[in-house]
């Protein structure tokens, strides 16, 4: 499959993720000014934080991995009817399983909150507005799981929009749950937060209905199946298996710097999250649309036994990902402090929050381009069958995030918790990068071309400092909108000067 296809599965995907993340800036920017980085954020943070750390483990990403392959396997092999009795028995399984898992989370979320965010007992204001946060927002789960499961199956049909534009409702809810925030009365008053976890439910609500019209409309929505464990169900559940332990891996590196950030002065959680919704903005249009538009092409191409075309996939993936992903790292590093300025300095959110959340981006920054390619390479593995390695690289970059962490923290506080995630994430990418050569499945960007972007982020880098140094004394947002005009304008140029924008985008 030639790269074209890939350059416009990535342009539908990346576009919506982008259009989602800006409207996620403004989320974030209503959030902090009307919370701040104090006790009430920390709080809504933690209890945001536990809904979307048990979906990444069931449907987002591990059962996703697992049911693309399967679902492509088994509409070649035994036709459509048999891989939407799949879905089905799949989908039932799924919803009972997390409709129970909310059941007990909702007896059990003090223990839960205690294990997560240890430090919250030395301010029990701050813990118990935790726990009353976290059983608003642990229904969410069951809901945003069956979203990303109907959107796996869309992916598998090549419907990639709107599952790509499913996040957007998800941040006008919390933009207008936000703003409900200073005429909060009631009930809704208990928790400062209160609001945005109300409007949290009604994003589920509204993001199954988007997704479930469209599973109808395409006549795809899987009918609710009593599982039967038929053998192609057995051989998804044991990928599952494999990919849902990778991925309990990746969460406790989430866990450790939730648990080490709560023990550190108020504020480090809000800190490392405002920094890490920045450094995400590339992670998420670059890395995990390219991914997301790799898998179910993978799947097929090796499926039938076509080795070549899945390799020439995987280049022109890591192609795209090289000319955007090395200036983007080169501009969050140089001007972060402009960037959290510009972005989240309004209101409750002071310039000492600034400077922690602009230092911490830094770090993040750091690691961008390991994390982009583990979210490229990673389907490879899955598409393969071989997502144990992925398990065992997974187990071992959690080791060396944890040491990293303990070792980096008492010398750089919450600074040294992000540095720590971005080094454990080039141990991860660079192993899996080894693996792929190994196999032959791995083509790397000519040096050439690496060669001049890197020159052409250089040409940006140079523009930037140059610019912010005349710069000081304006706005902040203004600033910053100078600078992301001067730092695109200039790399754009400099890319189409010195030939390093890759063909697949030059076809377009």
């Known amino acids: 499959m030639s790269a074209q296809p890939l350059a416009r599965a990535f342009r539908q995907i990346g576009g919506m993720t982008a259009a989602s993340r800006l409207l996620g800036f403004g989320r974030d920017i209503v959030f902090a000014a009307l919370l701040g980085a104090g006790p009430a954020a920390d709080a809504f943070l933690v209890a945001l934080k536990l809904p979307n750390m048990f979906r990444r483990l069931t449907a987002e990403g591990a059962l996703a991995n697992a049911f693309v392959p399967a679902f492509a396997a088994a509409r070649q092999d035994d036709g459509d009817e048999a891989a939407m009795a799949l879905a089905g028995e799949t989908q039932t399984t799924l919803a009972l399983v997390l409709v129970a898992l909310v059941i007990l989370g909702e007896i059990f979320m003090p223990s839960i909150i205690g294990v997560l965010a240890p430090g919250f007992a030395e301010t029990p204001d701050r813990m118990a507005a935790a726990v009353s946060l976290a059983r608003i927002t642990f229904p969410y789960l069951p809901m945003i799981s069956l979203v990303a499961f109907w959107s796996a199956i869309a992916n598998a049909d090549g419907r990639f929009m709107t599952a790509a534009a499913v996040p957007i409702i998800f941040n006008l809810c919390l933009i207008a749950g ?145 000319f955007l992903v090395l200036p983007a790292a080169v501009a969050l590093i140089t001007i972060a402090p402009q960037i959290t300025s510009g972005l989240f300095g309004y209101g409750a959110f002071s310039e000492a929050a600034i400077t922690a959340s602009a230092a911490a981006l830094m770090a993040y920054a750091i690691g961008m381009p390991a994390h982009i390619m583990m979210k490229i390479m990673q389907p490879a593995f899955y598409a393969d069958g071989r997502g144990g390695f992925v398990l065992g690289v997974s187990i071992a970059a959690v080791a060396a995030n944890i040491a990293l962490s303990l070792s980096l923290m008492p010398f750089l506080g919450h600074v040294g918790l992000a540095l720590a995630t971005s080094l454990s994430g080039l141990f991860a990418a660079t192993a899996l990068a080894v693996a792929l050569a190994r196999r032959g499945q791995l083509q790397l960007p000519a040096a050439g071309l690496v060669l001049r972007i890197c020159l052409a982020s250089a040409a940006m880098l140079a523009v930037l400092l140059a610019v912010s140094g005349i710069l000081p004394g304006l706005p902040a947002a203004a600033e910053l909108a100078i600078l992301v005009a001067a730092g695109g304008g200039s790399y754009l140029a400099a890319a189409a000067g010195l030939g390093a924008v890759p063909r697949q985008l030059l076809r377009r």
């Open 178 to 322: 936000a703003l409900m925030i200073p005429g909060a009365d009631g009930w809704l008053a208990g928790e400062k937060a209160m609001p945005l976890a109300v409007a949290l439910l009604a994003a589920g609500v509204l993001q199954m209905g988007m997704m479930a019209r469209l599973l109808r409309r395409t006549k795809r929505m899987p009918s609710w199946r009593w599982p039967r464990l038929a053998a192609p169900v057995r051989r998804m559940w044991r990928q599952f298996s494999v990919a849902s332990a990778g991925a309990v891996a990746m969460q406790v590196n989430l866990i450790v710097d939730l648990v080490l950030a709560s023990l550190l002065p108020v504020g480090a959680i809000s800190w490392l999250y405002f920094a890490d919704r920045v450094a995400q903005l590339p992670l998420g249009v670059i890395g995990v649309a390219l991914g997301t538009a790799l898998l179910p092409r993978l799947s097929a191409q090796l499926r039938a036994g076509d080795g070549a075309a899945a390799r020439q996939s995987l280049a022109g993936a890591i192609q795209l990902a090289a």
